[in-house]
């Protein structure tokens, strides 16, 4: 018995390891050059071939997954590391920063695979895997990769060498997934985003309007009241969730916008501060800076540069 237990490890073993080399050799296949392709709809692959830092953004809910190198994102005061062995979950929309590690002779790559709200109630109510009353899910975990959802994510792969058979069998797989996210350590966070009524729910919510409404003032006491909830009430579960307070979460989707309008369309930094809600330019200069490291307008020169010189 011992014996036929040791066996079926091994075997295991070989599974997994072959399964995360074909995983990384199906992406740099797919990903030939430093960038980003999405081959199946809100399937993306990732090739970075020398360190990045401090790359900001906004997540959404997404099942991201590390082929070779590694990766660190930043919530908040929050760090969430994972490499070939793990895998992040992200559960909502919020300003991030990620960090890379790659190399020409080993780059980064990842695939990330986003979870639409409407396919996972889906699997939800299919799978009989109801939301459950409890405590706040942050909206970000880190847990290791079982050989199952690897197996998954590779299967899931190999359907970008038949298109045809993608369509019919892409979506399938991709609820295999979350139908396996839902059962593994994990799932009481999908399962409580989807919980109606909660206060999870409600931040949800919350976040929703900040996200459309980030350059007007922000009103807590009128937020929380709309929503059903105090003041302090709101404040603890929104920060228990997105790991950010109300304030600094707004922050942060003021300045990136800012930065993209400075570099995408070109406005001058006091016109993009004030855009996003800043009255007063030097604020907004002295709030960029804290947080991206760089003044407004030479960050705006440098990324500029940066587009440029990847163009060539």
Do not use: W
Request: glycine share 6%.
């Amino acid at each position: 018995m011992k014996s036929m237990m040791e066996g079926m490890a091994d075997h295991q073993a070989r599974r997994t390891e072959a399964n995360r080399t074909e995983l990384a050799k199906r992406i740099a296949d797919a990903v030939r050059n430093d960038g980003t392709i999405e081959p199946l709809k809100g399937l993306h692959l990732y090739r970075i071939s020398s360190p990045v830092g401090d790359i900001h953004g906004m997540s959404d809910p997404a099942f991201c997954v590390v082929a070779q190198g590694s990766k660190e994102v930043l919530l908040g005061e929050s760090r969430y590391r994972y490499d070939p062995a793990h895998y992040l979950l992200t559960a909502a929309e919020l300003p991030v920063v990620g960090q890379v590690e790659g190399s020409k002779k080993l780059p980064y790559l990842g695939m990330r695979l986003q979870l639409p709200p409407e396919v996972v109630g889906s699997v939800l109510i299919e799978s009989a895997l109801f939301p459950t009353a409890g405590s706040d899910e942050r909206a970000f975990n880190v847990s290791p990769l079982d050989a199952d959802l690897l197996d998954a994510s590779v299967r899931l792969l190999r359907l970008l060498d038949t298109p045809k058979e993608a369509r019919v069998v892409a979506p399938l797989i991709i609820r295999e997934i979350v139908f396996r996210l839902l059962l593994g350590e994990q799932g009481g966070r999908l399962r409580q985003i989807a919980a109606l009524g909660s206060s999870t729910n409600r931040i949800t919510i919350a976040l929703e309007r900040l996200r459309k409404d980030f350059d007007q003032p922000l009103r807590i006491e009128s937020l929380a009241s709309e929503l059903g909830m105090s003041p302090s009430a709101f404040h603890h579960h929104f920060k228990s969730i997105t790991a950010l307070s109300p304030m600094q979460f707004q922050k942060q989707l003021r300045l990136q916008e800012a930065r993209r309008l400075m570099l995408s369309e070109e406005f001058d930094a006091a016109s993009a501060g004030y855009r996003v809600g800043y009255v007063d330019p030097s604020h907004f200069s002295r709030e960029y800076k804290r947080h991206f490291g760089i003044s407004p307008m030479r960050d705006a020169i440098r990324l500029r540069n940066m587009t440029v010189a990847s163009d060539i």
